[in-house]
Each structure stands twice: as structure tokens, then as C-alpha cells.
């Protein structure tokens, strides 16, 4: 395995780390340890209706961030997944790249890649899961506390280029409060049928004194091949496999014939599709007053197969000989990821008092990370990124109508991918920005504005290329509440720009993990949107509503297009530029239907939709088409159950060279008990996924004609907290 010494070369970039917490540590060590701590860094109030309203620093409820969404306690335990995209698959205006088992990145209306960001407290994973669709994302699910959904203009407050919007992951590593109680365990063990899925993960905060919590946490998860409800291969995929095999046939190579037929039959079992993944973090904070600081280290590692596109290695008629075998034994090797990540960070809040500023927040995260592309047992492809991300934070006291805060944001990458198919060339990235959010309070009108600055240098010492961008972005929100609180309308209008990343501009050569031949452009010039959009939140009477509604007209837009060729032997995509829009619609609805001592039912209705073409009509690939969800939840004492029926539309509006997906519906349904009464932090959920056994493909997802979704799975979770 290649893989360097990470220690070494934390050294290297820690320093800033170090710096970060030696100005944390003096005002923390002066300040009284006896005052109490919030609950969170991350401020999370409970309206009068239940309704968690998630809040930026200094903003009391931040509706430039449109479209806000949680997803935690027995939600997050029942939609559990090994990969971030499938856990957060169902909420509206999100789907998944699904592009297998061990690889799943969530998309945001319509948009992924590196136009939505997956964050881990507020800064980046700083992995590769961004650049390609069969890279995981290194956060293990099992350890993760909340997840945050947030949409719209003014997540340009954590990148430029989060113009989708971003995924800001919760996890347990750094303890954000003191401990009350001698210790505190949580456990969650799993098992599923579809999968043979076995996992457990554990995590442990114990207190060292009055001021002083430790934390550890591990997890591991297994996986076999994925159960599937029929044929693996799309009917269009299909019928070439078979052409191709009649044709093999014709011409005397029956054993070709036979491997394509076999092929193009394979059902049950998606081959090659297993995972294996397993973490550990250990962290400590201390508390002093209303400050805190806190450290953390972790280590992320998963082995998973990728699928491989039925028929890749058999081109008929091409070559002779022993160049024809060689080609047939390289289309038998199977691909899998062997992927390690080492991760510090360090996160601190420090009070400032009743002056204008009331807190500085501080959030640094750096990684080493590497991932191996195996072809068999041989080495393919090695990619090698070392990353640091931090941001500060101002927050403002509130004066009257007036609150807010200011900040400034740096972030390097040094990517390298090794090898004789590495298709991108080493790159330098460097980001400095500095952003603004503030919200004036008129009672039932408030004004909202966010802003950012940010430079952006891409360099690539092989090609002699060094880019340099200057991006401005900025959201302005009018909201009314025309009663009591009960619906907040608003509007946003938004400006955003985002420089290419260093996989659009210097991608050029095979890419075997996607099958496919990947062409970048090192002209491509900076992306920029005008957006506007109209929101509906709160509650109507006994029901709880959000919509939003949102136009998008991109400049120079980036994107990834089949070109219909193909160069050693694979078919080549090439990243272009245009005019585009996006037009889109998103909405839930909660609602009780029966409320009496002892048992609420309660229905739950979920939808959205997203056009996106470019300026002359033709669709832009992968957009996710019309879904629907709906659901049932009753309560009766120390059991609870959920039944829903998720419909997901054909999608035939698409790009040259892209196929159509059919429309497909799943029955899901949960159940869930409470044995100890009167505490519901011990809990065992059954879960019913499929349950018709439906063939069903995410039009997202690069694989979808030969990697389907899972069949009929049956699943049971445990989770403790003592």
C-alpha cells in the first residue's frame, strides 16, 4: 500500500493549529470556570410549535439560509446508510448520487459536485469526494449527532463554491458541554438482510474535573454485495449487450458471446459491490466560563468494490490475438477503493463580553488523506490530497434591531493523483475569504444580507498553468410576518461566483474507477449566478409548512457532458461551459390527524421538482426528476410506526448521449419501541425498506444503468445512550 507518514507531514501543516489554540488558551485559562455552557455551537432553538429553527451566529433565524432541515434522533437512526447521500436521500429538494453501495454524495436541487459542499461543524471533510461521483465521503454515518440540510443564496457563507447548497454534518468528536453526570455512553448496533449488513459503533465522554470533558468514539460497518430486486442492467444497456453478443457469435467467438449474454443476465446480486469501514476519534475540550476550547483526532478507513459497467473490455471486432486476450482479462478485473483519511481538528468559542462583539468562534480542521484505485490486485491509481480549512468568526452583541457577525475563511489543498492512468494533474488550491451576515429586526418585517469576498488560486507546476480568480457573492431577504409569527413569507434575491476546481480544468486522461475518459478545459472561466426566490415557513393552524420556489440564471456555467466518443476505449466526458438555468420547487407538510391520550397520528407530505437546461433548451445531465413522499406516524405509548410510499417520476427530459430512467414507487414502513418507561434514549427500530421489491435507478447517478437500487431489505437498529 502506498501510504506516507501522516505524522510527519501533520507536523508540516499543524502550525496554524497550534497558533489557533495558544490565542484561545491564555483567555480561557483567566477566565472563571463556574459559569454554565450552552447547549451547542451551534445555536438550536424550539419554537412555540415544536419547530427547531437553526440559526447562524448572530442572526436570529437567518432566512437567507432558505430551506433549512434537520434530520436527527429517531429520523437519523431510522434512514441510517453507510454513505451521507442515501441518509438524507428522502428529504425534499435532496437526492443522491448513488453511484454504489460504498460511494454516495448528497445533491441539492439538482446540483453536486463541487457545487455543494458536505461539512463536518462547519468546515469541509477535505477529501475527494467532491471531484468524482465514485469517491465516498469521509464521514461514518453511525457517529454522526445531526444533520443539517441547508439550501439557498446564503450558504456562500462556507464557500463560494456551495452555490446548491451544503451538508453541515454534527458529529460527537470535540464536546461542545460540560458533564453533568460521571459519564456518558452511547452504543447503536445494526443488521440488515439486503446487504448482510453488520455494524455497531460506540462513543464515550467522560469528565476530568469541573471543566475538562475527554471524548472517544469508534465505529465499524460491514457489507456484502448488494441484493437486487431483478435484472442489474438497464433494458437499453441491455438490448446493446445482447446485439453485441449475437454479433460475437456470428463470428465464430462464442465464449465472448457467452460472457457478454452472462452479462447482460446478471440479476439478484449487484457484483462487486461490498464495503468495509471502520473509524476512530478521540477529542477533549475545556470549558471556562462561556468559553471553550476543543481538539480532536480521528482516522477514517473503508475498502469498497465498484461496479463495473457490464460489457467494458469486450469491443468487438478491435483487436487480435493476444492484444484481444490481454483486453478480455483487463475487462474481467474488478475495481475497488482502498481509502484512509487522518483528520485534526480544533474548534473554540471565546466570550468577548457587552462590547460590540460578543464571541469569537473558531473552527480549524486539517487532513491527510489517500485513496487507492485497484484493478485487481494491481495499484491503478493513487490520489494523495493533504488539506487545511479554518474560519474565525465574529459574532456581534445584538443592539436593539440590528445583530450579525464577520468572519474571514482560508483553505489549501495540495492534490496529487499517482499512476499510469492518473487523470488529473497535481494541483495547488488556495482560498481566502472574507464574509459578512447581518439581519435587522422591524418586528413583523426583518431585512437579512450576507456578502463574501474570495480569492481563489489554482496552480499546476506539470502544465505550467496558475489561475487566479476574484469572486464577489452576496443575498439580501425580505421577510414578513404578517400575524403572530405563525408564517414567515419571504423572498431572497442572490448574486454567487465560483472558480473551477482543479479536477475541471486539469482533467485529461482515464478515469477506471468511472469507466470513463474525463477531459477538462484550463481555460474555463469563473461561473456566475443570479437567483431569486420566494419561501413559506411556519405553522397553519395544527399543520407545519415549508415551501420554496427558486430561479437560477447561470454565466458560463460548468458541467460535465458525454461526448459520444471514446478514447482507450471508454467513452469520454468532457467539462463545457454555457448559459444554464434552473428553475425549481421544494415543500413539506406536517400535519396531525388524530390527537388523544395515548395515540397521535400524524401525516407527513414531502415533494420537489427541477428543470435545468442550458440557454438553448437542452437539458443538462443528471438532474433528478419530479418525487413525491408520503407518510403516516402513529404513537401509542412506547411503540411507534411509520408508513410511507416515496414516488419517483421518469425522467426522459435529457442530455445528449444520457439515457431515460422509468418511474418507480417504494412502500417503506418502521417500527419503533421504547422498553425502559419514561426514557427514549434506549430504542429498537425495525425497518421495512422496498417492500414490493421494486426496480428502482437515481437518475443522479453516473451508474444507474447498471447499478439499481437496493431490493426488499429488512433491517433492525439498537440504540443506547446512558
Known amino acids: ?7 510527519t507531514r501533520f507536523n508540516l501543516r499543524a502550525s496554524a493549529l497550534v497558533l489557533a489554540t495558544s490565542l484561545l488558551a491564555a483567555p480561557l485559562a483567566a477566565q472563571d470556570g463556574t459559569q454554565t455552557q450552552g447547549d451547542d455551537l451551534h445555536d438550536r432553538r424550539v419554537d412555540s410549535d415544536g419547530v427547531i429553527v437553526v440559526t447562524g451566529p448572530g442572526l436570529e433565524q437567518l432566512d437567507v439560509l432558505t430551506g433549512t432541515s434537520i434530520v436527527e434522533g429517531e429520523e437519523l437512526q431510522r434512514e441510517l446508510d453507510g454513505q451521507i447521500g442515501e441518509v438524507l436521500a428522502k428529504q425534499p429538494g435532496v437526492s443522491a448520487t448513488s453511484f454504489s453501495p460504498g460511494a454516495s454524495r448528497p445533491v441539492l436541487r439538482g446540483f453536486d459536485g463541487e457545487r455543494v459542499r458536505v461539512l463536518v461543524d462547519g468546515i469541509g471533510t477535505i477529501d475527494v469526494s467532491n471531484t468524482s461521483a465514485d469517491h465516498a465521503v469521509t464521514v461514518e454515518p453511525l457517529t454522526v449527532e445531526r444533520v443539517e440540510i441547508l439550501r439557498g443564496p446564503a450558504v456562500l457563507l462556507y464557500g463560494s463554491q456551495a452555490i446548491g447548497g451544503a451538508v453541515n454534518i454534527i458529529d460527537k468528536r470535540i464536546p461542545t458541554r460540560r458533564l453533568r453526570e460521571p459519564f456518558h455512553l452511547d452504543v447503536l448496533a445494526e443488521g440488515d438482510t439486503a446487504r448482510d449488513l453488520r455494524s455497531g459503533a460506540a462513543s464515550l465522554d467522560l469528565p476530568v474535573g469541573a471543566n475538562l470533558v475527554l471524548h472517544a468514539d469508534g465505529s465499524y460497518r460491514n457489507t456484502d454485495d448488494l ?19 449475437a454479433e460475437e457469435e456470428a ?10 449474454r452472462e452479462a447482460a443476465n446478471q440479476r439478484g446480486v449487484l457484483p462487486n459491490s461490498y464495503t468495509e469501514t471502520w473509524s476512530a476519534n478521540a477529542g477533549a475540550a475545556i470549558f471556562a466560563g462561556e468559553s471553550n476550547l476543543g481538539v480532536s483526532i480521528g482516522w477514517y478507513d473503508t475498502l469498497y468494490g465498484v461496479p463495473g459497467r457490464p460489457g467494458a473490455g469486450h469491443h468487438h471486432g478491435e483487436e487480435e490475438g493476444g492484444d484481444e486476450a490481454a483486453e478480455e482479462e483487463e475487462g474481467e478485473e474488478r475495481v475497488s477503493i482502498d481509502m484512509r483519511q487522518f483528520r485534526a481538528d480544533m474548534r473554540g468559542e471565546l466570550a468577548l463580553g457587552d462590547g460590540f462583539f460578543s464571541t469569537l468562534r473558531t473552527r480549524v480542521g486539517y487532513s491527510d488523506y489517500v485513496h487507492t484505485e485497484f484493478e485487481g490486485e494491481e495499484v491503478g491509481t493513487v490520489f494523495d490530497v493533504e488539506g487545511i ?9 445584538r443592539r436593539g434591531a440590528l445583530g450579525g457577525s464577520i468572519g474571514v475563511q482560508y483553505y489549501y489543498r495540495d492534490f496529487e493523483a499517482i499512476g499510469a492512468e492518473a487523470f488529473v494533474a497535481p494541483n495547488l488550491t488556495n482560498q481566502f475569504a472574507v464574509f459578512a451576515l447581518q439581519e435587522v429586526d422591524l418586528g413583523g418585517f426583518q431585512i437579512e444580507g450576507a456578502a463574501r469576498y474570495e480569492t481563489v488560486d489554482i496552480s499546476s507546476d506539470a502544465l505550467g498553468v496558475d489561475r487566479d480568480f476574484g469572486l464577489f457573492s452576496g443575498a439580501l431577504s425580505l421577510i414578513v410576518e404578517p400575524g403572530e409569527g405563525d ?8 448574486r454567487v461566483e465560483r472558480a473551477p476546481g482543479g479536477e475541471e480544468l486539469f482533467a485529461n486522461g482515464p478515469h477506471i474507477a468511472t469507466q470513463a ?20 415557513r411556519g405553522s397553519l393552524g395544527p399543520a407545519t409548512v415549508s415551501f420554496s420556489i427558486y430561479q437560477n440564471w447561470f454565466d458560463d456555467y460548468i458541467y460535465l457532458q458525454g461526448t459520444g466518443l471514446e478514447e482507450d476505449d471508454l467513452p469520454v466526458f468532457q467539462y463545457l461551459q454555457g448559459d444554464a438555468d434552473y428553475f425549481g420547487l421544494e415543500g413539506e407538510v406536517s400535519f396531525p390527524i388524530i390527537e388523544n391520550q395515548g395515540f397521535t397520528l400524524s401525516g407527513d407530505v414531502r415533494g420537489d421538482y427541477v428543470k435545468a437546461e442550458l440557454d438553448d433548451g437542452t437539458p443538462l445531465p443528471r438532474i433528478p426528476p419530479l418525487s413525491l413522499l408520503g407518510a403516516l406516524e402513529a404513537d401509542v405509548g412506547a411503540f411507534g410506526g411509520r408508513v410511507e410510499v416515496q414516488y419517483f417520476a421518469e425522467q426522459d427530459d435529457i442530455a445528449p448521449f444520457e439515457t431515460p430512467t422509468d418511474d418507480f414507487t417504494f412502500v417503506n414502513a418502521s417500527l419503533s419501541f421504547t422498553p425502559i418507561r419514561g426514557n427514549d434514549t434506549v430504542r429498537v427500530l425495525l425497518r421495512a425498506d422496498n417492500i414490493f421489491d421494486v426496480t428502482g435507478r437515481r437518475h443522479a447517478s453516473f451508474t444507474k444503468d447498471f447499478v439499481p437500487l437496493s431490493g426488499r431489505n429488512f433491517k433492525v437498529s439498537l440504540l443506547g445512550s446512558f
Open 1 to 7: 500500500m502506498l501510504y506516507h507518514n501522516h505524522f
Open 251 to 260: 463470428e465464430g467467438e462464442f465464449e465472448e458471446a457467452d460472457e457478454l
Open 227 to 245: 441484493e437486487i430486486p431483478g435484472l442489474s442492467i438497464a433494458p437499453d444497456l441491455r438490448a446493446d449487450l445482447l446485439a453485441d453478443a
Open 487 to 494: 408564517l414567515r413569507f419571504g423572498v431572497t434575491g442572490s
Open 389 to 397: 480549512e479554518g474560519r474565525a468568526e465574529l459574532i456581534q452583541n
Open 517 to 536: 475518459f474525463e477531459i477538462g478545459d484550463p481555460s474555463l472561466t469563473k461561473e456566475s449566478a443570479l437567483g431569486v426566490e420566494g419561501f413559506v
